[in-house]
């Protein structure tokens, strides 16, 4: 994103971004697990409050960018998707949304939570981060590294099937359903490492030519999407702790949209129910990812109420 606004032009090239999106849906497949499913009678009222805590976030966020910041319909909706900042914002570009400010808003939202939440939640429940033992483990080979030969006809088959993203959602249900009969994919640190560089880089190129300016006016915008963000994901998180006795420390990790992985090894961390959290971060992330290009189709090309 720097070298793009500083005037370099890169480009990604979609063969390579399309099969990072699918070892996207590889990572999340094998996150399904017996154990999580075995939990998951004990959670609908928590998952129907997360995703009425998405819907709110989605409706009041598009309102703001349509009416206040004045971006188009599609753009809006697309920008107030709370979901994977490697899928939805090239999604929504493709179908026509404005390339900078889909991306700003996601940018904001992820990297404010990632950076903001765990040192202020730490800090709230007096626990002192070790950051000592979080270390690179070297694997060459990973393992189950045959479930990559799955992707191909996985896509494929959602392709006929008409899936949404069929690069992502035919992998992932390929790979939950082999995680499930037992074969939970590893993959190496540097092809997980790889696969994000490359989803980071396709979003970073799209600010080449974008004026400072321009950053700093939709910036602004982003951020007040992001505060609208936050504040309805507190308020979900209140409600789920009142109405489930769910910990409300649980249930803010479990329903702010930052990074799974980073949310998650946090309660890990804390000691919080990572399972808890995993399962409603990944709920959340699969249902926008899958219902992101019906939404768009039907809002992003109408007026907004």
């Known amino acids: 994103m720097i070298a793009s ?15 990072s999106r699918s070892m996207v849906g590889l990572i999340l497949g094998a996150t399904v697990t017996l154990e999580t499913l075995d939990r998951v009678h004990e959670w609908p009222l928590s998952l129907l409050l997360l995703v009425l805590g998405a819907t709110l976030i989605t409706v009041f966020s598009s309102l703001y960018f349509f009416y ?9 909706v697309s920008a107030s998707l709370p979901g994977a900042i490697s899928t939805i914002p090239l999604v929504a570009i493709q179908m026509g949304a404005n390339p900078r400010q889909v991306v700003l808003p996601h940018l904001f939202r992820v990297t404010l939570i990632v950076l903001v939440v765990p040192p202020l939640f730490a800090t709230w429940q007096g626990i002192e981060l070790d950051a000592s033992s979080n270390s690179f ?3 060459l080979w990973g393992k189950n590294l045959w479930i990559l030969l799955t992707v191909a ?22 790979s939950a359903a082999l995680s499930l009969a037992g074969y939970q994919l590893g993959l190496p640190d540097w092809l997980f490492a790889l696969t994000f560089i490359v989803l980071g880089s396709s979003i970073g190129v799209r600010f080449y030519g974008m004026p400072w300016q321009m950053l700093a006016g939709t910036g602004r915008h982003a951020l007040v999407g992001t505060f609208l963000t936050l504040a309805i994901s507190a308020l979900v998180a209140f409600g789920i702790h009142r109405l489930t006795e769910v910990p409300l420390p649980v249930a803010l990790l479990a329903v702010t949209p930052g990074g799974i992985a980073e949310m998650t090894i946090l309660a890990a961390a804390l000691g919080v129910d990572p399972v808890f959290v995993a399962f409603h ?7 926008i990812n899958l219902l992101s290009p019906f939404l768009l189709r039907r809002f992003g090309g109408q007026e907004i109420p």
Do not use: H, Y
Request: hydrophobic share 50%; net charge positive; with cysteine.
């Open 5 to 19: 606004l500083c005037g370099v032009k890169l480009n990604i090239p979609a063969q390579l971004r399309s099969g």
């Open 68 to 76: 206040v910041a004045r971006f188009d319909r599609l753009t809006s």
């Open 137 to 139: 483990d070297f694997d």
């Open 153 to 174: 006809p996985a896509w494929l088959l959602a392709k006929v099937m008409r899936f949404p993203i069929p690069e992502l959602t035919g992998p992932l249900f390929v």
């Open 281 to 287: 971060q990944i709920f959340r992330s699969i249902l």
